[in-house]
């Protein structure tokens, strides 16, 4: 996976969607910038989450941008997505790997300074820090990173890596001054009134940030 594929990153969240069709959201967003999209759903039963990716997998077609299930791994191969996204209490690495296959996308959430180090003998594809600040839409999580601890994760880290929490129009800029590749945003863009415009701000924000660091 290309690490400009981390820049604008969705995760989704039917309950922070005002109402609106999701798949309506996350096309709009995309339309706006984002480059990666994450299906997290905690309540669907595993027929209702299937449908709903196979249907997010069609909205998506002929995008560019990869889908991504959060923690199921059965979802994400009955869904044929570009891969999964797990945390530490997940299914283990290696076994995901071993049933999605080689080319499949799996993005590991990190949510301490010792498990950036041994995120580093796995061949995940990127690596999400959690939190960088604490937000309602996550709360299992331990203390925030803030920015000194993205930047130490940064330093510490060999893949890819994104922030996750807190991560809006205010925090974006600084998270990716910070080292990361990108930021993994759920409210700023589900809950915005214009998913299209949140993003594109968003993405601009990044983009600069991202700009400064290729210029020296």
Known sequence: ?????????????????LGRDLETVVLQA????????????????????????????????????????????????????????????????????????PDKIIGLSVETMDEVVEANALDVDYVAVSPVFSTNTKTDTLAPFGYEGLRRARALSRHPLCGIGGMNAATAGQAVACGADGVAVVSAIVSAPDPYLASKNLKSIIDNELDKRRLG
């Open 1 to 17: 996976m290309k690490r400009e594929t981390l820049a604008l990153y969705l995760v989704t969240d039917r309950g922070l969607a």
């Open 30 to 101: 995309v339309k706006g910038g984002v480059t990666l999209v994450q299906l997290r759903e905690k309540d669907l039963d595993t027929r209702e989450f299937i449908a709903l990716g196979q249907r997010l997998k069609a909205a998506l077609a002929g995008s560019g941008v990869p889908l991504l299930i959060n923690d199921r791994v059965d979802v994400a191969l009955a869904v044929d997505a570009d891969g999964v996204h797990i945390g530490q209490s997940d299914m283990p690495y290696e076994i995901a790997r071993r049933l999605l296959g």
